[in-house]
């Protein structure tokens, strides 16, 4: 009973993400939406483009369901030091390699529709399996310095607002971009330059939210569980 629940459970999330890739494959094709982050900034369907796919959960699923099963195969099976160095090493590769060509495989390249869409459809689910790799390798003792980095206590109250941080971003950037004197260039020193102000705007609001509604959830949560 259990392996058939184990198996309609798979087939579940396969369906999922096998769904995400078609959907947004397709939107991708007949919006036409490119492969450069900067031709779609400077072109009409940038709105088309957050409005219909960036913003959809059709768009989310798959790294949703990676991340569950990375979270799953963790508590499942636990501590694994004995893994041999040879795979460890090839995930690393594989790992470093897959992320590198998300961030810069859109760079100064003006590839076909069918490269676009499909870089749309599987871009997300790409660095979601590297990120679900380098998690589970520092959780089993094969993260080495990556380990050894993110392990820093400087990262331990960043950490705790996160979350918060991860919902007003969006409204931060907003703000930052359109509030100015002057129309924004999109340009990648504009971007560049962006990323430690927003950030830190981002981070100091977030406190705010984390000390008014997420910290009183979580001792809410703590009193609820002793009864």
């Known amino acids: 009973m259990v392996g058939l629940f184990k198996f309609i459970a798979a087939a579940i999330a396969g369906c999922l993400v096998l769904s995400n890739w078609i959907i947004t494959g397709l939107i991708a094709t007949y919006y036409h ?36 099963t990375c979270g799953y195969l963790l508590q499942k099976h636990g501590s694994r030091g004995n893994m041999n160095k040879k795979v460890v090493v090839f995930g690393w590769v594989i790992a470093a390699g897959l992320s590198s ?86 340009t990648q020193f504009l971007i560049i330059s962006s990323v430690f102000p927003i950030a830190v705007y981002t981070y100091i609001i977030s406190i705010f939210f984390y000390l008014a509604f997420e910290a009183p959830y979580m001792e809410l949560m703590k009193l609820i569980k002793l009864f």
């Open 101 to 186: 060509s998300i961030v810069f495989g859109g760079n100064n390249v003006d590839p076909s529709q069918g490269i676009s869409s499909l870089y749309c459809a599987l871009g997300s689910s790409v660095w979601s399996v590297a990120l679900s790799w380098m998690i589970y390798a520092c959780c089993n003792g094969f993260g080495g310095l990556v380990n050894s980095i993110l392990s820093l206590s400087f990262w331990k109250p960043l950490g705790r607002l996160t979350y918060s941080a991860y919902l007003i971003h969006v409204l931060i950037v907003r703000l930052y971009f359109l509030t100015g004197d002057e129309n924004a260039h999109f």
């Open 33 to 68: 939406f490119g492969l450069s982050i900067r031709k779609l900034f400077l072109s009409r369907d940038t709105i088309h483009f957050f409005t219909i796919m960036y913003r959809q959960p059709y768009n989310r699923i798959a790294p949703f369901v990676i991340g569950m």
